[in-house]
Protein backbone atom coordinates (compact mmCIF):
# COMPACT_ATOMS: atom_id res chain seq x y z
CA UNK A 1 0.00 0.00 0.00
CA UNK A 2 1.40 3.58 -0.88
CA UNK A 3 1.38 6.95 1.03
CA UNK A 4 -0.54 9.59 -0.23
CA UNK A 5 1.63 12.85 -0.45
CA UNK A 6 0.98 16.42 -0.89
CA UNK A 7 3.77 19.68 -0.73
CA UNK A 8 1.76 22.55 -0.53
CA UNK A 9 2.67 26.37 -0.79
CA UNK A 10 0.75 29.53 -0.79
CA UNK A 11 1.54 29.99 -4.37
CA UNK A 12 1.20 26.69 -5.66
CA UNK A 13 0.85 22.53 -5.14
CA UNK A 14 4.56 21.41 -5.49
CA UNK A 15 3.94 17.64 -5.45
CA UNK A 16 1.02 15.35 -5.48
CA UNK A 17 1.89 11.17 -5.46
CA UNK A 18 2.15 8.11 -3.77
CA UNK A 19 4.94 7.72 -2.32
CA UNK A 20 5.83 4.67 0.56
CA UNK A 21 6.89 7.25 3.70
CA UNK A 22 8.25 10.56 3.94
CA UNK A 23 9.80 12.33 7.08
CA UNK A 24 8.51 15.45 8.30
CA UNK A 25 10.98 18.29 10.21
CA UNK A 26 8.22 18.67 13.00
CA UNK A 27 8.71 21.43 15.76
CA UNK A 28 9.01 18.90 18.32
CA UNK A 29 11.22 16.92 16.23
CA UNK A 30 10.97 14.37 13.25
CA UNK A 31 8.41 12.12 12.61
CA UNK A 32 7.94 9.27 10.04
CA UNK A 33 4.47 9.16 8.49
CA UNK A 34 3.36 5.37 6.72
CA UNK A 35 0.73 4.26 5.16
CA UNK A 36 -2.24 3.79 7.94
CA UNK A 37 -0.94 6.22 10.01
CA UNK A 38 -3.28 7.71 12.98
CA UNK A 39 -4.54 11.18 12.66
CA UNK A 40 -1.91 13.94 13.26
CA UNK A 41 -1.13 17.41 13.05
CA UNK A 42 1.93 19.35 13.69
CA UNK A 43 3.83 22.49 13.66
CA UNK A 44 6.76 21.97 11.28
CA UNK A 45 10.21 24.03 11.63
CA UNK A 46 12.84 24.71 9.17
CA UNK A 47 14.13 21.61 7.38
CA UNK A 48 14.47 19.10 4.99
CA UNK A 49 11.32 16.55 4.33
CA UNK A 50 12.62 13.35 3.39
CA UNK A 51 10.65 11.39 0.41
CA UNK A 52 11.20 7.80 0.25
CA UNK A 53 9.46 6.30 -3.03
CA UNK A 54 10.06 2.89 -2.02
CA UNK A 55 10.57 0.71 0.62
CA UNK A 56 14.99 0.79 1.31
CA UNK A 57 15.10 3.58 -1.24
CA UNK A 58 17.38 6.66 -0.68
CA UNK A 59 15.55 9.32 0.27
CA UNK A 60 14.50 12.69 -1.51
CA UNK A 61 14.97 16.11 0.08
CA UNK A 62 12.79 18.82 -0.30
CA UNK A 63 13.65 22.30 2.19
CA UNK A 64 10.82 23.23 3.49
CA UNK A 65 10.33 27.01 5.60
CA UNK A 66 7.28 26.64 8.12
CA UNK A 67 3.75 25.63 8.21
CA UNK A 68 1.83 22.56 9.33
CA UNK A 69 1.60 19.07 8.60
CA UNK A 70 -1.63 17.03 8.36
CA UNK A 71 -2.25 13.20 8.44
CA UNK A 72 -5.70 12.10 8.10
CA UNK A 73 -7.89 9.60 5.67
CA UNK A 74 -6.66 11.28 2.34
CA UNK A 75 -2.77 10.42 3.50
CA UNK A 76 -0.23 13.36 4.53
CA UNK A 77 -0.61 17.41 3.81
CA UNK A 78 2.89 19.65 4.24
CA UNK A 79 1.35 23.58 3.80
CA UNK A 80 4.72 25.12 4.03
CA UNK A 81 5.06 28.52 3.88
CA UNK A 82 8.42 28.60 1.64
CA UNK A 83 9.94 25.03 -0.38
CA UNK A 84 12.91 25.42 -1.98
CA UNK A 85 13.73 22.57 -4.27
Known amino acids: MALHFELVTPAKLVRSEDVYMVVVPGSEGEFGVLEGH?????TIRDG???IYRTAGSAPESIMV????AE???AGLT???????E
Open 71 to 73: VGD
Open 65 to 68: QGGF
Open 78 to 84: VLAEHVS
Open 48 to 50: AVQ
Open 38 to 42: APFMS
